[in-house]
């Protein structure tokens, strides 16, 4: 069992759900690789647990197989549910020095996924477009940071709060040393 109460590491819980929605969609390896816009090799290294995916790799499949985020990164879990600071799946961006940590996601019937973010300056974190509908809200914990639509970031200091389209391109970027904060993903 690891640290997070799971029993699988994150590249494991990534395979299975890969495997499980490409096959539960009925598309092959090359469809969902071409609609991703990665290499057919790629998806077969992270199929088989054995790939380290980055985060922008992982939200290209999953707009490509139609499903929402968390589904990659969540185990089933007890009813309740402890997740300490420094702890829980996490996924690295490719680009930046941004890790998103999944806390919670939508039980079923409901579409929610929540998220504790950190990012370091240096370099903006830039989101392309989600599902269509998506809307993404973020409670900004400490240091301060410039986030929401591409063509209007808005600076968030200590609990501030914004809430923007995530079906359209979208920014995170550090101002200072330490910014961490909750990220909520609405679908549809």
């Known amino acids: 069992m690891t640290r997070d ?3 699988a590491t994150p590249q494991a819980a ?3 759900s890969l495997r499980r929605e490409r096959t539960r969609a009925g598309l092959s390896l090359t469809e969902v690789a071409n609609r991703a816009g990665i290499a057919k090799s790629t998806l077969s290294q992270l199929e088989s647990g054995s790939g380290n995916p980055s985060l922008e790799t992982l939200w290209a499949l999953c707009v490509a197989l139609d499903m929402p985020f968390s589904q990659l990164l969540d ?3 007890p009813a309740v549910s402890v997740i300490r600071a420094g702890e829980g799946p996490v996924v690295a961006a490719e680009r930046s020095d941004y890790r998103a940590t999944l806390l919670a996601a939508g039980p079923p019937n409901t579409r929610r996924d929540m998220f504790r973010i950190t990012a370091e300056p240096g370099h903006a974190r830039d989101s392309d477009p989600h599902t269509p509908g998506v809307v993404e809200h973020i409670l900004l914990a ?4 410039m986030a929401g639509p591409s063509d209007a970031p808005v600076e968030l200091r200590p609990g ?6 995530g079906d359209a391109p979208h920014v995170f970027e550090a101002l200072e040393a330490g910014t961490w904060a ?3 993903i609405e679908y549809p």
Do not use: H, K
Request: aromatic share 10%.
């Open 182 to 184: 909750t990220l909520v």
């Open 5 to 7: 109460g799971s029993t």
């Open 14 to 16: 990534i395979a299975a």
């Open 75 to 77: 185990p089933p879990r």
């Open 142 to 145: 400490t240091g301060r940071a």
């Open 160 to 165: 501030d709060y914004i809430s923007y389209p």
